[in-house]
């Protein structure tokens, strides 16, 4: 904005001294084809926005003149509003900077901070949050965390106190275990059965059994080999997931109830009830059964215990943090670390870990 006020104000100078050399006549047959052109412009043009630098020159040129010929003076602005400009040119000149009245806005780092804490805290008030920040070294009033929780809609803490659903599955999926079935075709066109348990808070997989023809005894005598190899843990299952089979019977359903669990019935032909299970089913078929031709029961039975073997140790989840049920520890590359590569059914699957 300055440099073009210096720009307009040499450009200025350079023209009065040229006209300085030319006649009396020249200059006034100058002026009144100008005043004749600005004229048509006024009438044909709306009205202009000059810019401050231009504002600034008019204003300067305009001054010089004598009050007389200020008047006849054909601008596209009245004199009135030539003389404003000169006067808030003056201001500026005379007066600090303009600033906004009133308090300043309050840092982004502390208002990324209580957003964050209000989030992660349903149960804290603005005074907890103000607390927490003050501990951590940010001063500011309790009025200004009060303040950013509501511009930004965010309910009291009683109001938002309450458990999403999210926030509900995600505590009870350790008490949580689903249970389904699914079913692989041999080379010999036989169709052979699946029945597995998975955990929802580890999703760690039981394969219960393998066969051809199940039945509802056996289905019931598969639940109770699995609290048997849970042990203890077992007293810890608060709900059983399953479908509406007819091979789940009530003698099944009562083995659970017998350690207090709950057993939940999902709805007609809805998988998404039980989703996690089904997920299992996607991810066993994708990379194991669908890529290899099965002889029958026994070999069904073998090659799924290593899958699952696979599944449970080493194949990471992404709602565990890229972690496998059973856990394993973080390790960080070095330079006197190699990775080592482990062929799984027969090169099928891949799992690859640091050897010194």
């Given at each position: 904005m300055a440099l073009r006020l210096v720009y307009l104000a040499v450009l200025r100078v350079f023209g009065w001294v040229m006209l300085l050399a030319r006649s009396d006549a020249a200059k006034d047959v100058e002026i009144l084809v100008l005043r004749h052109q600005v004229a048509v412009?006024?009438?044909?043009?709306?009205?202009?926005?000059?810019?401050?630098?231009?504002?600034?020159?008019?204003?300067?040129?305009?001054?010089?003149?004598?009050?007389?010929?200020?008047?006849?003076?054909?601008?596209?602005?009245?004199?009135?509003?030539?003389?404003?400009?000169h006067a808030r040119l003056v201001q500026r000149r005379w007066t600090f900077p303009h600033r906004r009245p009133g308090r300043p806005r309050t840092a982004a780092v502390i208002r990324g901070l209580v957003l964050e804490m209000a989030r992660d805290n349903p149960t804290w008030g603005y005074r907890r949050i103000h607390g927490e920040?003050?501990?951590?070294?940010?001063?500011?009033?309790?009025?200004?965390?009060?303040?950013?929780?509501?511009?930004?809609?965010?309910?009291?803490?009683?109001?938002?106190?309450?458990?999403?659903?999210?926030?509900?599955?995600?505590?009870?999926?350790?008490?949580?275990?689903?249970?389904?079935f699914f079913h692989v075709e041999t080379v010999f066109l036989r169709r052979v059965y699946v029945l597995f348990f998975i955990e929802h808070g580890t999703r760690r997989v039981h394969l219960a059994g393998v066969t051809a023809h199940p039945s509802g005894e056996w289905v019931t005598q598969q639940a109770r080999n699995l609290l048997m190899d849970l042990g203890q843990r077992a007293d810890e299952l608060r709900f059983l997931i399953r479908d509406r089979d007819t091979r789940f019977t009530a003698t099944f359903d009562a083995v659970f109830t017998s350690i207090g669990a709950r057993v939940i019935v999902t709805p007609v032909r809805a998988p998404r009830a039980n989703a996690i299970a089904e997920r299992w089913v996607g991810s066993v078929r994708r990379e194991c059964t669908d890529r290899i031709l099965i002889a029958g029961e026994r070999h069904l039975r073998r090659v799924l215990t290593e899958y699952a073997d696979h599944y449970n140790a080493h194949r990471p989840h992404r709602s565990l943090d890229q972690r496998p049920p059973d856990g394993r520890n973080d390790q960080s590359p070095s330079g006197s670390v190699r990775v080592l590569r482990r062929d799984r059914l027969g090169g099928l699957i891949h799992e690859y870990s640091q050897v010194a």
């Open positions: 412009l006024q009438r044909q043009v709306k009205r202009p926005r000059p810019s401050w630098a231009d504002r600034a020159v008019i204003s300067a040129l305009v001054r010089l003149l004598p009050a007389v010929h200020r008047r006849r003076l054909r601008l596209f602005v009245s004199p009135r509003t030539v003389l404003r400009w920040l003050v501990g951590v070294g940010y001063r500011v009033a309790p009025s200004t965390v009060w303040a950013i929780l509501k511009d930004t809609c965010i309910d009291p803490a009683p109001a938002r106190a309450g458990l999403s659903w999210r926030q509900f599955l995600a505590a009870q999926a350790h008490s949580i275990i689903a249970v389904d």
